[in-house]
Nanobody, 124 residues
Framework: QVQLVESGGGLVQAGGSLRLSCAAS????????IGWFRQAPGKERELLGA????????YYADSVQGRFSISRDNTKSTAYLQMNSLNPEDTAVYYC?????????????????WGQGTQVTVSS
């Protein structure tokens, strides 16, 4: 069993930055690949990026590449999503998710464990 808890969301002005955290408990964190997703009202859940547990390789969607960065600290059982140059189109609920698979481009259905989400609102 794995429990994930996101934190760090909030209100930020366009052009600003936020860092989201994903704290894990239960299963050994270092054996989980972590994906970051977001979902805006009326839209599908979108894969933003992922970090693989085997080698810490990362993947980023085109929509966030160059602005967002994923990292992890296994000593703290925590993954991070650093978000820079935010714009109002980034407004959504952001989720972290865990899986044991190694594919970096998996959709949400491939993930076994999910946090409750944290709201990010970017004002113009």
């Amino acid at each position: 069993q794995v429990q994930l808890v996101e934190s760090g969301g909030g209100l930020v002005q366009a052009g600003g930055s936020l860092r989201l955290s994903c704290a894990a408990s239960g299963r050994t964190f270092s054996s989980l690949s972590i994906g970051w997703f977001r979902q805006a009202p009326g839209k599908e859940r979108e894969l933003l990026g992922a970090i693989r547990w085997t080698d810490d390789s990362t993947y980023y969607a085109d929509s966030v590449q160059g602005r967002f960065s994923i990292s992890r600290d296994n000593t703290k059982s925590t993954a991070y999503l650093q978000m820079n140059s935010l714009n109002p189109e980034d407004t959504a609920v952001y989720y972290c998710a865990g899986k044991t698979g190694i594919s970096l481009t998996s959709a949400s259905r491939a993930y076994n464990y999910w946090g409750q989400g944290t709201q990010v609102t970017v004002s113009s």
